[in-house]
């Protein structure tokens, strides 16, 4: 297991083992799709576990016919099939959570998020991504479950969908946000998708797929990257690497063996086996970002979102990569961890010029944030600017801030006072974003790099890091998992 998956795990742990009912007040919405009821709380109305489709395994969803009964809408369904501590777990997860102040003909901007982990893993059934909050700033929020790791990204001969089954199922929510948030209070014309980590390159890899022209009108990602897609070669050899593991017909054995045999070795990268996207020329026919940012895209206003410290969520203090750490050992441990071919004797020498004073621990956490989560996150910028469609950019730097410390903050979920001066400044950045396609600092141009600081104080700074942009950029990019 990963240092990132245990950093994500901690958070889900406290997901509850079993969906329960919130004691609110009940009431009804009807929608196309049918009659739901669900519970007003915080001022708003929520509705939990709304099904949007339905899939037979490796295969595209369809959508669910309408039905003339009261559906009840309020807990959470099942999320995805994953290996961690979320729970309960289903194959039949393609649900939708909606929170809106008022169910009327108000066409409120829509906000839909996808949640990260990489593609394997992760859940909106959680605390931290409650849409009351950001609800109640007079929007529509919805949050979306789908099809993950091998269910959803598996290279299957025979099943031509399987590969990108995942993003089939975020296209399925889509097309039913289309038809049916109106009836919630919504406007289907202005929905603005956001997402964290792998949520953010499920929108990237989305806004190059043909199908969702017209789905959404905007993007904001947040420290998630999709420069490439998966080779559909690298796909294949991960199969077989799966398959060998497995041990049987993917098609009819217990979703418990699949998911047991995701701790197969990935062929390419080593570690654990990755899934995403691949490049399969039927739903996805290029990547985002290579050779160029696709211009099909380009229309999409797009905010890229990144945090000053990344990789202190995946090596946590204590972690054997920093314990004891010290400038002997530091380039044996650094050097696997940039995940570029790079020297990291030469890597520290260049930020101990640079900064004289700097710790070995503080230059691990920056070095690795530069070169492995921050990478593509400059590709995408820069490609977007050179092609005349800047992007907003942004950097949360309050709080030495790792991956996944903005979720929180965007929305409204954090209880700690010290945060609510940050928390404000996102969270109306996403507002502005979410009416008028303008977060409210300037786009990332060439060659100023204008990047709005998320701190105590909000402030828009030109070019910040760029020692470390300059430093890594002699070195190629290698979108992980392609």
Not at 217 to 224: D, P, Q
Not at 276 to 287: F, Q, T
Not at 301 to 307: E, I, K, M, Q, S
């Amino acid at each position: 297991m990963c240092a990132a998956e245990v950093s994500r795990r901690s958070v889900l742990a406290g997901i509850a083992a079993s969906p329960v009912a919130l004691k609110a007040t009940a009431l009804d919405v009807e929608a196309p799709a049918g009659r739901f009821r669900g519970t007003t709380e915080q001022g708003v109305r929520a509705f939990r576990g709304i099904r949007y489709g339905q899939a037979a395994r490796f295969q595209a969803p369809v959508a669910s016919a309408p039905l003339r009964e009261i559906q009840a809408a309020d807990r959470f369904a099942p999320s995805a099939p994953q290996r961690g501590p979320v729970a309960p777990q289903s194959e039949d997860c393609l649900f939708l959570n909606i929170w809106t102040p008022a169910a009327d003909a108000a066409r409120r901007p829509v906000l839909v998020y996808f949640h990260g982990g990489a593609y394997s893993t992760g859940t909106v059934a959680e605390p931290r991504v409650d849409g009351a909050a950001l609800a109640a700033k007079d929007c529509v929020v919805v949050t979306v479950n789908h099809r993950l790791n091998a269910l959803g990204y598996l290279r299957l001969p025979g099943f031509p969908d399987a590969a990108n089954a995942g993003q089939l199922d975020l296209l399925l929510a889509l097309r039913w946000v289309q038809a049916n948030i109106g009836a919630f209070g919504g406007d289907a014309g202005n929905v603005t998708l956001f997402g964290q980590s792998g949520g953010g390159a499920k929108i990237i890899t989305l806004m190059s797929m043909p199908a969702a022209r017209g789905l959404f009108r905007r993007g904001w990602t947040m420290s998630g990257q999709q420069v490439t897609a998966q080779g559909p070669q690298n796909a294949a050899r991960r199969a077989t690497a799966y398959l060998a593991k497995l041990d049987g017909d993917p098609a009819t054995l217990a979703m418990e063996r699949l998911v047991a045999a995701l701790d197969a070795v990935d062929p390419v990268l080593g570690g654990a086996l990755y899934f995403g996207p691949v490049l399969d020329m039927r739903h996805l026919p290029r990547h985002p970002f290579f050779p160029d940012a696709d211009p099909a895209a380009l229309p999409i206003p797009l905010v890229l979102g990144n945090t000053i410290a990344e990789t202190r969520a995946f090596f946590p203090r204590g972690h054997p990569k920093r314990a004891g750490l010290d400038w002997g050992n530091l380039p044996a441990r650094l050097g696997p961890e940039l995940k570029v071919d790079i020297d990291p004797d030469w890597v520290i020498a260049q930020f101990r010029a640079h900064a004289p004073a700097i710790t070995p621990d503080t230059l691990f956490i920056r070095a690795t944030t530069a070169a492995r989560s921050w990478r593509g996150q400059i590709i995408e910028a820069e490609e977007r600017a050179r092609a005349g469609a800047p992007a907003h950019v942004y950097q949360l730097d309050w709080r030495e801030a790792a991956h996944m410390d903005d979720i929180p903050l965007l929305f409204g979920t954090t209880a700690d006072l010290a945060d609510f001066p940050v928390r404000d400044a996102m969270m109306a950045a996403l507002m502005r974003f979410a009416h008028t396609g303008d977060p409210g600092w300037p786009p990332h141009r060439l060659p100023d790099r204008a990047t709005m600081i998320f701190d105590q104080a909000a402030r828009v700074e030109n070019n910040p890091r760029a020692f470390e942009r300059e430093l890594f950029a002699r070195v190629p990019y290698v979108q992980p998992g392609s």
